[in-house]
């Protein structure tokens, strides 16, 4: 069985997504973009364009280039909204039967069939990204879409290929998007501000069953209004400064929209945002610049009456549920527009509180269908809701510092290993401390239980591998066992509630982990140089028996008296003097070092035989696992 | 522990505990499989992910190159054999070449190219003259191709030859 795509068929863009693991995605077309023009064309060769490239042609073959197919799905000819569009659009609107068609190159398409034409590209878009056949949808339309509508939007999809599983309306499918089935009793808002067209929805919830209760909205009212109102204002306070009317000229005209786009996305986060606009245009005096300062409170202004006129659509849609602003209980915005900070002041004033955030609004109601689709193939079930671990795991290592092995946030189930070893020579047993937290020292965090492994065979430090295992079950349920990988010796811990965590306790946990986050960095800093600076003096008091033949008797007075003064600074808690402590030792002991080398190579070199290569092994184990040590 | 007729009893939860086992192996080998094909397209997105790296960066530098191609175009004729004029000139082939070695492309717009919504983006179209091709009349803006894929479409103005 493939994927049920969810696909958001909007009058000016649509997009679309699918459940992946149990979460939705949205997924890019063809041209890497997440959202698609509603747009067909048919060109002078007959070839059919749809999405990005017939909107780039829409110009130049303005009568085969059908856009806002969606004002006509499923509508009668004699409709008002009908007659409406055949003086504004450019495109050909003829009677057929009683209901309507359209235009393209000599042939007249039903709605329906151009609906399909799109369809047919986010199907064969889905099916590129998604390498598997896509056969099946659920597809969003307006609340206020009737019977008819919704019949022709599902014919759409079966002449394009696509069993239509579900249509599911806009509204409801935001809410879904924020998950908000699973609540009991609700009453929703839904906002939505997009391009062209501005609709608000009052939604009630029951028995994990959406019910439009009201709609309300402007079909005249939307982004391209607001950019309009920049975009104008910018060519009045050019022709103020020039005396030239930028308004016939393209691409200064295009120049101004980007910039008046990228003005509106930044003033939501800045007071003021600065227009430069270099070599806009030129006259016979020369090239004219613009430079401008657009302020947050100018931008208000100029769009303050478009603003006011939210308050009224939303005002009926209330009335007619029969509610009161203050019973809302969730409002949901969708719609690029709703970014707007200004918009969303607005939807604040009138509900008296904040809008639910976090799904993106050109998204959402795609992202609402695909999650209808997973519900309708059983991806979305109860028993496989997938858990993750509120907080790390992991075990104290050399100098009481914790090592974690499963970061907090991880899915579960899952599992983990990861190989320590010794800190000193001849170390019989390891203990494995097992800790629950984020913070850095072990004993901030929450011990949960600890063994130990013995029975390792005598080694140099840093020699036995002793692999841990953390391995935690889709109950939160954490088994750690320990592996003396030469011996094959091992031993376990089963800890039952590592999981049982109220919603407070975590909370307290990362917000202690974030207050005491610097104080920690510096004490496992510490940790880590002292760390060092314990493996610099075990490896250069080993060095004077090692090499016993090969070190001069001044020499290795150098190094005993390094050691010694080194050892002097072991017990410092501060990082910057075990850091130079660590390093005077080595300056002390690295030319000692090369000449070794240097004797060796020539050695060597006079056997014929190239041994060297595995010298400088030994002292990168040093610094890499200093701080993994048991 | 009794010892009651086991059949009988048994029979229900067996049947549901293998109906269980059934949907639940179903649910795990559709997780196996999202998940593997999910991991096979993240490989490949981590692969395009520097070329998109790329084209982000580039999208950001574009309107800069506009303005110094706008720059050039409209040095007053009586300044264009003095030296620092030419300096400036010569930085924006420099430009060019950098460019170019980032694998960024200008597309072709010039006048008299046939136009294709591909790679142009029609936003003036002069239907006076007469003929059945479709033919750039004047670039207004500059288009780029990354490794093959449009960047910014080029902004033109057709008309029919």
Same mark, same amino acid.
């Given at each position: 069985m493939g994927k049920i795509i969810g696909i958001d068929l909007g009058t000016t863009n649509s997009a679309f997504a699918y459940m992946v693991a149990g979460k939705p995605e949205v997924i890019a077309n063809a041209e890497g973009n997440r959202t698609t023009p509603s747009v067909v064309a048919i060109n002078k060769s007959g070839d059919r364009l749809v999405g990005q490239v017939a909107q780039r042609q829409r110009v130049t073959n303005a009568k085969n280039t059908i856009y806002g197919v969606k004002r006509l799905i499923g509508r009668k000819f004699s409709d008002k909204e009908v007659q409406k569009d055949l003086d504004i659009m450019p495109y050909e609107i003829v009677k057929k039967g009683t209901g309507v068609a359209v235009k393209l190159g000599d042939k007249e398409y039903t709605p329906e069939e151009v609906s399909a034409m799109i369809l047919s590209k986010i199907k064969a878009d889905a099916e590129a990204y998604l390498g598997e056949k896509v056969t099946e949808a659920v597809i969003t339309v307006p609340a206020y879409f009737d019977d008819s509508q919704r019949q022709a939007t599902k014919d759409a999809g079966k002449i394009a290929g696509l069993e239509v599983r579900r249509i599911i309306n806009e509204p409801t499918a935001a809410a879904l998007a924020y998950g908000l089935e699973n609540k009991k009793e609700e009453k929703i808002a839904v906002f939505d501000l997009g391009g062209g067209t501005f609709d608000v929805s009052i939604l009630e919830l029951g028995d994990g069953v959406f019910e439009v209760r009201s709609t309300n909205g402007d079909t005249?009212? *939307? *982004?391209e209004d607001f950019d309009n109102r920049i975009v104008n204002h910018f060519l009045e306070v050019f022709k103020k400064e020039n005396g030239i009317d930028l308004k016939g000229d393209n691409a200064a005209m295009q120049r101004l929209k980007d910039e008046a786009e990228k003005a509106k996305k930044e003033l939501s986060s800045t007071n003021e945002y600065e227009v430069n606009l270099p070599f806009l245009t030129a006259d016979a005096d020369g090239p004219k610049h613009f430079e401008y300062k657009l302020t947050r409170a100018k931008l208000e202004e100029l769009v303050k009456d478009l603003i006011d006129r939210l308050a009224d659509p939303v005002n009926k849609a209330l009335k007619d549920a029969d509610l009161k602003a203050g019973d809302i209980d969730e409002v949901i915005l969708v719609g690029g527009m709703t970014r707007m900070p200004s918009v969303v002041e607005k939807v604040k004033s009138i509900f008296g509180k904040d809008p639910l955030k976090g799904v993106n609004p050109d998204e959402v109601v795609a992202v609402g269908a695909a999650i209808q689709g997973g519900v309708l193939q059983g991806d979305v079930k109860d028993v496989l809701l997938l858990d993750v671990t509120p907080l790390s795991l992991g075990i104290e290592t050399m100098g009481g510092v914790t090592t974690k092995l499963i970061e907090r946030n991880t899915t579960i189930p899952t599992s983990k290993s990861e190989t320590f070893s010794t800190a000193a020579d001849n170390q019989p047993q390891v203990e494995i401390h097992v800790l629950q937290g984020e913070r850095e020292m072990s004993a901030d965090n929450k011990s949960l239980g600890r063994f130990i492994l013995d029975g390792i065979a005598p080694a140099p430090r840093g020699i036995p591998q002793i692999e841990v295992t953390f391995n935690l079950d889709a109950n939160g349920i954490l088994n750690v066992t320990a592996k003396d990988k030469g011996t094959g010796k091992e031993q376990s811990i089963t800890i039952q509630n590592s999981g049982n965590l109220s919603k407070e306790d975590i909370e307290k946990a990362q917000k202690e982990a974030e207050a005491h986050a610097e104080e920690d960095k510096k004490k496992r800093e510490a940790v880590e140089a002292r760390n060092t600076l314990e493996n610099a003096i075990y490896q250069a008091e080993k060095m004077p028996e090692e090499f016993k033949d090969k070190i001069s008797d001044d020499d290795k007075k150098v190094i005993t008296d390094a050691v010694e003064e080194a050892k002097k600074h072991k017990d410092a808690s501060d990082k910057d003097e075990l850091e130079a402590a660590a390093k005077s030792l080595n300056d002390a002991i690295m030319p000692i070092g090369a000449k070794l080398y240097q004797q060796e190579a020539e050695t060597a070199k006079e056997a014929g035989d190239d041994q060297s290569a595995d010298g400088p092994v030994e002292g990168e184990v040093v610094d890499d696992d200093a701080s993994k040590k048991k | 522990m009794t010892k009651s007729k086991p059949v009988k009893n048994n029979n229900q939860p067996c049947c549901e505990s293998k109906q269980a086992v059934a949907e639940l192996t179903a649910d795990l080998q559709r997780t196996r499989a999202d998940f593997e094909n999910y991991r096979k397209r993240t490989e490949l997105e981590k692969s395009s992910a520097r070329q998109s790296g790329h084209e982000a960066a580039a999208i950001e530098m574009l309107p800069i190159f506009d303005t110094i191609e706008r720059a050039i175009s409209a040095a007053p004729s009586e300044l264009r054999t003095n030296e620092w004029v030419k300096g400036i000139m010569g930085l924006a082939k420099q430009l060019d070449k950098a460019m170019e070695s980032i694998n960024l492309k200008k597309i072709? @717009? @010039?006048?008299?190219v046939k136009f294709n919504p591909e790679i142009h983006e029609a936003v003036q179209f002069d239907d006076e003259a007469e003929g059945d091709e479709e033919v750039i009349a004047e670039s207004l803006r500059t288009g780029y191709l990354s490794n093959g894929r449009v960047v910014r479409p080029a902004m033109v103005k057709v008309m029919r030859k």
């Amino acid at each position: 069985m493939g994927k049920i795509i969810g696909i958001d068929l909007g009058t000016t863009n649509s997009a679309f997504a699918y459940m992946v693991a149990g979460k939705p995605e949205v997924i890019a077309n063809a041209e890497g973009n997440r959202t698609t023009p509603s747009v067909v064309a048919i060109n002078k060769s007959g070839d059919r364009l749809v999405g990005q490239v017939a909107q780039r042609q829409r110009v130049t073959n303005a009568k085969n280039t059908i856009y806002g197919v969606k004002r006509l799905i499923g509508r009668k000819f004699s409709d008002k909204e009908v007659q409406k569009d055949l003086d504004i659009m450019p495109y050909e609107i003829v009677k057929k039967g009683t209901g309507v068609a359209v235009k393209l190159g000599d042939k007249e398409y039903t709605p329906e069939e151009v609906s399909a034409m799109i369809l047919s590209k986010i199907k064969a878009d889905a099916e590129a990204y998604l390498g598997e056949k896509v056969t099946e949808a659920v597809i969003t339309v307006p609340a206020y879409f009737d019977d008819s509508q919704r019949q022709a939007t599902k014919d759409a999809g079966k002449i394009a290929g696509l069993e239509v599983r579900r249509i599911i309306n806009e509204p409801t499918a935001a809410a879904l998007a924020y998950g908000l089935e699973n609540k009991k009793e609700e009453k929703i808002a839904v906002f939505d501000l997009g391009g062209g067209t501005f609709d608000v929805s009052i939604l009630e919830l029951g028995d994990g069953v959406f019910e439009v209760r009201s709609t309300n909205g402007d079909t005249h009212l *939307g *982004g391209e209004d607001f950019d309009n109102r920049i975009v104008n204002h910018f060519l009045e306070v050019f022709k103020k400064e020039n005396g030239i009317d930028l308004k016939g000229d393209n691409a200064a005209m295009q120049r101004l929209k980007d910039e008046a786009e990228k003005a509106k996305k930044e003033l939501s986060s800045t007071n003021e945002y600065e227009v430069n606009l270099p070599f806009l245009t030129a006259d016979a005096d020369g090239p004219k610049h613009f430079e401008y300062k657009l302020t947050r409170a100018k931008l208000e202004e100029l769009v303050k009456d478009l603003i006011d006129r939210l308050a009224d659509p939303v005002n009926k849609a209330l009335k007619d549920a029969d509610l009161k602003a203050g019973d809302i209980d969730e409002v949901i915005l969708v719609g690029g527009m709703t970014r707007m900070p200004s918009v969303v002041e607005k939807v604040k004033s009138i509900f008296g509180k904040d809008p639910l955030k976090g799904v993106n609004p050109d998204e959402v109601v795609a992202v609402g269908a695909a999650i209808q689709g997973g519900v309708l193939q059983g991806d979305v079930k109860d028993v496989l809701l997938l858990d993750v671990t509120p907080l790390s795991l992991g075990i104290e290592t050399m100098g009481g510092v914790t090592t974690k092995l499963i970061e907090r946030n991880t899915t579960i189930p899952t599992s983990k290993s990861e190989t320590f070893s010794t800190a000193a020579d001849n170390q019989p047993q390891v203990e494995i401390h097992v800790l629950q937290g984020e913070r850095e020292m072990s004993a901030d965090n929450k011990s949960l239980g600890r063994f130990i492994l013995d029975g390792i065979a005598p080694a140099p430090r840093g020699i036995p591998q002793i692999e841990v295992t953390f391995n935690l079950d889709a109950n939160g349920i954490l088994n750690v066992t320990a592996k003396d990988k030469g011996t094959g010796k091992e031993q376990s811990i089963t800890i039952q509630n590592s999981g049982n965590l109220s919603k407070e306790d975590i909370e307290k946990a990362q917000k202690e982990a974030e207050a005491h986050a610097e104080e920690d960095k510096k004490k496992r800093e510490a940790v880590e140089a002292r760390n060092t600076l314990e493996n610099a003096i075990y490896q250069a008091e080993k060095m004077p028996e090692e090499f016993k033949d090969k070190i001069s008797d001044d020499d290795k007075k150098v190094i005993t008296d390094a050691v010694e003064e080194a050892k002097k600074h072991k017990d410092a808690s501060d990082k910057d003097e075990l850091e130079a402590a660590a390093k005077s030792l080595n300056d002390a002991i690295m030319p000692i070092g090369a000449k070794l080398y240097q004797q060796e190579a020539e050695t060597a070199k006079e056997a014929g035989d190239d041994q060297s290569a595995d010298g400088p092994v030994e002292g990168e184990v040093v610094d890499d696992d200093a701080s993994k040590k048991k | 522990m009794t010892k009651s007729k086991p059949v009988k009893n048994n029979n229900q939860p067996c049947c549901e505990s293998k109906q269980a086992v059934a949907e639940l192996t179903a649910d795990l080998q559709r997780t196996r499989a999202d998940f593997e094909n999910y991991r096979k397209r993240t490989e490949l997105e981590k692969s395009s992910a520097r070329q998109s790296g790329h084209e982000a960066a580039a999208i950001e530098m574009l309107p800069i190159f506009d303005t110094i191609e706008r720059a050039i175009s409209a040095a007053p004729s009586e300044l264009r054999t003095n030296e620092w004029v030419k300096g400036i000139m010569g930085l924006a082939k420099q430009l060019d070449k950098a460019m170019e070695s980032i694998n960024l492309k200008k597309i072709d @717009s @010039s006048t008299g190219v046939k136009f294709n919504p591909e790679i142009h983006e029609a936003v003036q179209f002069d239907d006076e003259a007469e003929g059945d091709e479709e033919v750039i009349a004047e670039s207004l803006r500059t288009g780029y191709l990354s490794n093959g894929r449009v960047v910014r479409p080029a902004m033109v103005k057709v008309m029919r030859k």
